[in-house]
């Protein structure tokens, strides 16, 4: 097989280039996560997409064939958030971690999927790990109350190859902004995610009104899903289509900083259990990020036949 026809639309450079329709997309895709293709088409694909940018439709079919290929975790219908974890931090310490574990005690099943793009940042899976929760070994059912890692490579294999081609020419590709919007379970989920630059914000609330998910969507440290410790951004509620502000940035100075640990995974995870032992106050920030994603959740399993 081949995607050559393909890529002789979207090539076209940035004014010239055609967009995929979202059954076109998901048959491109699904060649490329199959591995049917070769690595000069792979490279072609992903450089002639980073240079034309996906549309929401294109990005929908790209989410159809991974969803064709993927190994969905069973929740059995339990309340279910989604942490999508591929960024980490570098300057800040990741709390992913934290987030996750305090909306397991508001009793909700917590699936954190994730997969290491930069062998420089502090991955919520080393700061789970140092809190005695290991990366699942396989897919399986998830409980309320409960904190899965669950690795990409699990879900699907040919959506953690794509990831890795990062390494090789030094770009994103489709797969990066994809795995933001991917929910892994085999029912709905709320979707808690994040961007970092604003033209992401537009482009990943277009996507996910299209799909008509449940979603938090904010600009989260450091391309993390969690909420600026020091800061509390803007988050918005997307829920059967439709956008809600549900929280404003905040603005002005800081009265005062909260006392963070240092950005590596030993010293969150020691600073993580304190929050979680009642040592430390949670952060401001995340505490209301956490009343958002309780509140949607709640609202979801209402409207959810």
């Known amino acids: 097989m081949s995607i050559a026809h393909y890529i002789k639309d979207i090539g076209r450079g940035k004014e010239g280039a055609r967009h995929l329709s979202r059954a076109h997309a998901a048959d491109l895709f699904g060649q490329v996560l199959d591995g049917a293709v070769t690595d000069l088409e792979v490279g072609a694909f992903c450089i002639a997409m980073r240079i034309k940018g996906e549309t929401p439709q294109e990005m929908a079919g790209f989410l159809d064939a991974t969803r064709a290929r993927l190994c969905t975790i069973p929740t059995h219908g339990c309340p279910t958030v989604v942490l999508p974890s591929y960024n980490g931090a570098r300057k800040l310490p990741v709390l992913t971690a934290l987030l996750a574990l305090l909306l397991a005690r508001q009793g909700l099943a917590v699936v954190v999927h994730g997969h290491a793009t930069e062998a420089t940042r502090v991955s919520t899976q080393n700061v789970l790990l140092a809190l005695g929760i290991q990366a699942q070994a396989a897919i399986v059912s998830i409980t309320v109350g409960e904190v899965q890692f669950v690795p990409t490579a699990l879900l699907c294999p040919g959506l953690a190859r794509l990831l890795a081609v990062r390494q090789v020419v030094g770009l994103r590709n489709p797969a990066h902004s994809l795995v933001k919007l991917l929910n892994p379970c085999d029912g709905p989920a709320t979707l808690v995610t994040s961007y970092t630059h604003p033209e992401y914000a537009t482009a990943m609330t277009n996507t996910l009104t299209l799909l008509g998910a449940t979603a938090l969507l904010l600009r989260g440290t450091e391309g993390e899903p969690v909420a600026d410790a020091r800061r509390t951004p803007a988050m918005d509620a997307l829920q059967l289509g439709s956008v809600t502000r549900v929280q404003e940035a905040q603005t002005g100075s800081l009265a005062q ?49």
Do not use: C, F, Y
């Open 257 to 305: 900083l909260p006392n963070l640990p240092a950005p590596d995974a030993a010293a969150t995870a020691q600073w993580i259990a304190r929050v979680m032992n009642g040592e430390i106050p949670v952060p401001e920030p995340i505490a209301q990020q956490v009343a958002h994603i309780v509140r949607l959740s709640a609202q979801k399993m209402r409207t959810t036949p």
